[in-house]
């Protein structure tokens, strides 16, 4: 069928909204007509080759929509079901087989290929390849195809043009701090860094009950909205050092940091911070090849730094999850949202690398 998508065809360039071809669904596949779309960093990361994907491509990975036709095996969904798009896994690894499907082995292969499992590939502008199936989605469209594996049925209550992000950036920073780190009620977290991510961990360290949720972001907007969704305190490192103010607010260092920047210099103050046994999470995203010098007499004394993959969620379950904190009003992540036309694919982009807003989606249903 042909489709309208947002094309990367040169590294680093703006997105082309083109006519392409997309094909009908295998067996396993699940034809969704998105809605909207949320932009993420790894998008551009993708985009910029920092993610070694082939192109041209169509990128998106927080995709939301409606089931238009599924694959003759396909049983989880039907046509007419609202869902949200999730990463790829290849359910027979270790990883997969014990439960935990963000460390599948395959996992780069299945979402950064540029194709299906078998190597066909889902997208053409005439005899030009479009390679796809980003994140087994690319939704950058508007339509995409994913497999039946990573859609989740969600419910048709809540705003379906709110929940592509669920699929990626939200429940990475949740994720991070109710299902990684395990934070418990009473205990302090430092989050450097409060975009999407970060910002989902704030409103998850105030589901645990953190009673010292500390921000810390060059932005002062972001700060401003992360003390309003639950932050105690926030540090910006342009006016004090977040190491020595962190230290102070919790007597000694926070039972957790999360670094969700992707820079070594911020995933070493998030380290240095920690008291005896705190823990650090690490969501930042980097290039391949990226090192850090850390200082190993404090980790040796019972200190834990730890990657942490799509907030070690498993979609199915812990989307719904978060959908019903949302429907009680115990996790606003709306408040991150700024919606944009498909069209102004581009203007998004812009206004997030220069931190304008936090979360923008892309809006393509009708």
Request: charged share 20%; aromatic share 6%; hydrophobic share 40%.
């Amino acid at each position: 069928m042909k489709i309208r998508a947002a094309v990367t065809f040169e590294p680093s360039s703006e997105f082309k909204i083109e006519q392409v071809e997309l094909s009908d669904p295998q067996d396993n596949e699940v034809l969704v007509r998105i809605a909207a779309v949320g932009i993420c960093h790894t998008d551009l990361a993708a985009r910029d080759q920092h993610l070694p994907i082939p192109l041209p491509s169509v990128l998106g990975h927080e995709g939301s929509g409606v089931v238009e036709k599924v694959g003759a095996r396909v049983t989880k969904v039907k046509p007419g079901d609202h869902v949200a798009i999730s990463w790829m896994s290849c359910g027979g690894c270790p990883s997969c087989q014990s439960g935990q499907d963000p460390y599948c082995h395959n996992f780069l292969g299945l979402n950064f290929g540029g194709a299906r499992p078998d190597g066909t590939t889902t997208l053409n502008q005439g005899d030009t390849v479009i390679h796809g199936n980003f994140f087994g989605q690319s939704t950058f469209a508007e339509y995409a195809l994913a497999d039946e594996c990573n859609v989740v049925k969600v419910p048709e209550d809540v705003p379906l043009e709110i929940l592509g992000p669920m699929g990626c950036g939200i429940q990475t920073g949740a994720g991070a701090v109710i299902n990684a780190l395990e934070a418990r009620p009473g205990t302090s977290i430092a989050i450097f860094g409060v975009g999407p991510v970060g910002m989902s961990a704030v409103l998850a360290a105030v589901v645990c009950g953190c009673t010292t949720i500390i921000a810390v972001d060059l932005s002062p907007e972001r700060l401003k909205i992360a003390k309003e969704l639950g932050a105690t305190h926030t540090i910006n490192p342009d006016e004090a050092d977040p190491v020595q103010n962190i230290m102070d607010i919790t007597g000694g260092g926070p039972n957790y940091s999360l670094e969700c920047v992707g820079n070594p210099a911020v995933f070493r103050q998030a380290v240095d911070v920690l008291p005896l046994l705190g823990v650090c999470g690490l969501c930042g995203v980097v290039p391949p090849g990226t090192e850090v010098i850390l200082n190993m007499d404090l980790i040796m004394n019972g200190r834990t730094v730890r990657g942490i993959i799509e907030g070690d969620a498993i979609p199915d379950l812990f989307i719904p999850q978060l959908i019903e904190l949302y429907r009680k009003g115990r996790f606003p992540f709306d408040r991150m949202i700024t919606f944009y036309p498909f069209e102004e694919i581009n203007k998004a982009v812009e206004d997030m690398e220069k931190g304008l807003v936090i979360k923008p989606v892309l809006k393509l249903g009708k």
